[in-house]
């Protein structure tokens, strides 16, 4: 499946859920988009339950979708 | 400030927020309370942003709060 765009508070955000196993390789993949967010100093929100963890990314200082966001969503699909 | 009960979907839950100065000590934080999560094998959901960790405790099976979801939330808070 691909991003969806949820508007939240009037925000377009770029939402996507991904899928595991069991909770520990959730928390794995949370911290390897955890790493790409610092290294690229643009930070998502991060979702983790057991087997599932949901990515949201926007850019807060434009309440909405810069190009940014859908390069770090094309970055966290290939985590 | 305490835990609050919130209602979801019928499903009474267990919920804080704690603040932090960026995304990586809150990121680190999301991994300490992810130890004792598959330390007990009860595991919350944990909304991990720049700044803040939702942790949201309850129980899947009885669709709600088990005295399980107070020790953990106490646990929590010791971190």
Redesign the interface.
């Known amino acids: 499946p691909d991003w969806s765009i949820e508007v939240r508070d009037g925000v377009m955000q770029l939402e996507k859920r991904f899928e595991f196993p069991d909770?520990?390789q959730a928390?794995a993949f949370?911290?390897r988009v955890?790493e790409i967010?610092?290294a690229e100093g643009h930070?998502?929100?991060?979702?983790?339950?057991?087997g599932q963890v949901i990515v949201t990314w926007w850019s807060h200082k434009i309440r909405g979708l810069h190009r940014n966001d859908f390069i770090m969503a094309a970055k966290t699909d290939q985590l």
Chains 1, 2 share one sequence.
Do not use: I, M, Q, Y
């Open positions: 909770f520990a928390l949370t911290n955890g967010a610092e930070h998502p929100k991060l979702v983790t339950e057991w």
